[in-house]
């Protein structure tokens, strides 16, 4: 299947159909006959999942687990439908996502304040919701069996506060979702890849986001998969400019003057120029305007989120509730 990448240790990648190719991975650990299914990606994933699960030789009845990194739409939109096509799975979430599991019209009034209510029906269709007796609240420290595979889950707030990253102790291994960061597989470079912050609407805390990566590092993962997109490596070299460059967003946002659109296009601005500086410093061969097409959707979103944190710091806007 082309839109299915073999990982080691029985990890699928399956390309959520999120936009164009390699933006967003659902990852499908298989063990034992049984399968866990970790991000959801959007209602229109499905096909795409239950078709790598059926070349895998993995009926619906086996799939244990729908396992959600957070609940941003990109990640869990499909994840009532996915668990409608399993009979015996349970949802992972971090606690603070359950409530909108279970009724998710007010993710949905936030995902429509963010995209607008006419695109982000296109993007994500109509939520399902979840049962609340299929759902495992899963705090700090939360373990998970698949046919004796273990999983651990550590929350890992910075990106939202209601994100968790899973531990593959098997594959030595993080699935981050959005924690550590996004990395392209068109920019990478003889093999090597680069790393990119998330700092998107509307949860951004860099001391909080520092403090998660550093965690992560303390297990020593061999390999980290990215919802966008998938399987990196060289994982303290990635650390190391990931901590740099959500630096470098954070003081492009404390040095933007005025507010509302005024500030909005000076931050973009600056993220754009960062984005060039480190196209030179990875040296990627794509043209500028190329790589700034390729950047577009998450500079806009991740210059909203400089701004909501920049107001909510200052004492301007109430804390996020979710």
């Known amino acids: 299947m082309q839109h299915v990448t073999a990982h080691p240790d029985g990890i699928l990648a399956v390309d959520a159909g999120y936009g164009r190719p390699g933006v967003a991975a659902i990852h499908l650990v298989i063990h034992q006959g049984h399968a866990a299914v970790i991000d959801a990606g959007t209602n229109a994933s499905v096909p795409r999942v239950l078709g790598a699960l059926v070349a895998a030789g993995i009926p619906p009845e086996n799939v244990d687990w729908v396992i959600l990194t957070h609940i941003h739409l990109d990640h869990a939109g499909g994840a009532g439908s996915l668990m409608c096509a399993f009979p015996n799975a349970r949802l992972v979430v971090h606690p603070r996502g359950v409530r909108h599991m279970v009724d998710p019209a007010k993710l949905w ?3 429509s304040a963010v995209y607008g209510a006419e695109r982000a029906f296109a993007l994500y ?5 979840v049962p609340p007796e299929r759902i495992v609240a899963a ?14 889950v550590l929350e890992t707030p910075g990106h939202s506060r209601h994100h968790i990253c899973v531990w ?3 594959a030595r291994a993080f699935f981050t979702g959005d924690t550590f960061g996004l990395s392209y597989r068109e920019l990478d470079v003889d093999g090597r890849a680069s ?3 998330t700092t998107t609407p509307t949860q951004f805390d860099p001391d909080a986001l520092h403090a998660s990566i550093d965690r992560l590092l303390s297990f020593f993962p061999e390999t980290m998969y990215l919802t966008h997109y998938s399987r990196v490596t060289d994982v303290e070299r990635l650390a190391a400019d990931l901590h740099r460059l959500i630096g470098a967003h954070v003081a492009v ?7 509302g659109v005024a500030r909005h296009v000076e931050i973009l601005a600056g993220l754009e120029q960062i984005v060039r ?3 030179e410093r990875q040296g990627w061969t794509h043209p500028e305007a190329e790589v700034l097409e390729l950047f577009r959707q998450d500079l806009e979103l991740n210059a909203q989120g400089l701004g909501i944190w920049l107001d909510f710091t200052a004492g301007k806007e109430p804390a996020p509730t979710q």
């Open 109 to 111: 009034e936030g995902t």
């Open 125 to 129: 269709g109509r939520l399902a919701p």
């Open 139 to 152: 705090a700090d420290g939360t373990e998970i069996d698949l046919a004796g595979r273990r999983f651990l």
């Open 168 to 170: 593959d102790e098997t």
């Open 195 to 197: 790393i990119f912050p």
């Open 253 to 259: 946002a404390e040095a933007a003057r005025g507010e």
């Open 277 to 279: 500086e480190e196209a």
